[in-house]
């Protein structure tokens, strides 16, 4: 078996320099359309994609000074997807944003929130007056050029992760792991 592994192995090295060179270089041509390709998305193409393409419950856009923003329903948790750096109507980053209050949340929790995992980061703020304490998380990205179609990933990350924070936050014991089954 090892044999055979390594004879594979070894066609695959002697034949790497023959494929590299049948690959052709970008030309200038291939280069500048890339360039030249519209940098951003539009916050209302964004909104009917959420609605239609992902099944979510997006509200209508919002604007607070320069800045658009739609908040979305998705089951039982709620969110905003703020648009930013927008030129001619297209934005080039986005973040997708949330907070959780409760007397459960504590620095620790959001430090460790932050320690133990990645994409999805998060800040604790303190009581104020009878507000309890609360924690937003926080998911930014850059567009590229490409359409919608390179956001697909992004929100199943935020969507993957919301309902965690949402449990790490509210003070829930964590559901036990189940018994493998035998």
Not at 42 to 47: I, L
Not at 136 to 157: C, M, N, R
Not at 158 to 167: E, I, K, N, T, Y
Request: glycine share 8%; with cysteine; charged share 10%.
């Amino acid at each position: 078996m090892k044999t055979a592994a390594l004879a594979v192995l070894t066609a695959l090295m002697l034949g790497a320099p023959a494929l590299a060179a049948d690959q052709t270089p970008p030309t200038a041509t291939s280069t500048q359309a890339v360039a030249a390709a519209p940098l951003g998305l539009a916050p209302a193409a964004v909104v009917a994609w959420l609605a239609t393409q992902e099944g979510l419950t997006p509200g209508a856009l919002e604007q607070e000074g320069t800045n658009q923003y739609v908040r979305v329903s998705d089951g039982g948790l709620r969110w905003i997807l703020f648009f930013q750096s927008c030129d001619a109507g297209l934005c080039s980053d986005l973040q997708f944003s949330t907070g959780f209050a409760n007397a459960a949340i504590t620095p620790e929790t959001i430090n460790g929130w932050n320690r133990d995992r990645r994409f999805l980061k998060a800040f604790y703020e303190a009581p104020q007056g009878t507000n309890p304490p609360s924690a937003v998380v926080q998911y930014d990205l850059f567009t590229v050029p490409g359409g919608i179609g390179q956001l697909t990933d992004h929100l199943a990350i935020w969507r993957g992760l919301l309902p965690d924070f949402a449990r790490a936050t509210s003070g829930a014991p964590a559901a036990p792991t189940p018994a493998p089954a035998q």
